[in-house]
């Protein structure tokens, strides 16, 4: 997750970075057209507009991306790498000299990025595994699931029963993709599985 977050976050550190992002602009986020223009400048990125009589919205290479409408370009790596530490929002905050909503925005639409990349399809040769997680109840008032443990205390090491499923596919390419699973059963793995496998 930490690398498909970088990835992304690199091409928008600085203006360099920036300048190459506008070739990558093949068509309108909103309607999906290829009918766009140059429309001057902002903030350091490029604007374009839509061509499309019944759209013509205007947009830059970060629309339609978790990293839309953040500032503060040029700390986002210094974020991540916090949060690469397992930083508090409230440090962090401290650290990067923002607001700690500002902090707090910014994790969650970092971790929502490697979601926004996640490729289409996978072949070859595949491998898929699942791993388990605990299931966080964090800001809840209520636990109805479950007797409500000490901070920091794990879950039941023997029983998947309070963890949450994840099925990472990888092939030898190195196209790699994760999704939660509702269920843990067969049936539920071939449903992630069967729009992303190749045909062949």
């Avoid at 000299?97 to 994790?107: E, H, I, L, Q």
């Amino acid at each position: 997750m930490l690398d498909a977050v970088k990835s992304e976050l690199n091409r928008s550190q600085t203006e360099p970075m920036i300048e190459d992002i506008k070739g990558d602009v093949t068509c309108c986020p909103h309607c999906g057209s290829t009918a766009i223009q140059r429309w001057g400048r902002s903030s350091g990125l490029q604007r374009f507009k839509c061509k499309e009589s019944e759209c013509g919205s205007t947009f830059n290479p970060l629309t339609g991306t978790p990293f839309a409408r953040l500032r503060h370009r040029n700390r986002w790596i210094q974020n991540l790498d916090g949060m690469q530490y397992g930083l508090s929002i409230t440090k962090m905050a401290e650290l990067m000299g923002v607001a700690r909503t500002t902090a707090f925005r910014w994790r969650h639409r970092f971790l929502a990025a490697p979601t926004a990349a996640r490729p289409t399809e996978v072949s070859g040769i595949i491998e898929a595994d699942e791993t388990f997680f605990t299931e966080p109840f964090k800001g809840n008032q209520t636990i109805d699931k479950r007797k409500s443990r000490k901070r920091g205390k794990q879950g039941n090491k023997r029983s998947n029963a309070d963890k949450i499923a994840v099925l990472i596919v990888k092939d030898r390419s190195g196209v790699t993709t994760d999704y939660v699973l509702g269920e843990h059963n067969n049936q539920a793995i071939i449903e992630k599985l069967e729009p992303i496998v190749n045909k062949d």
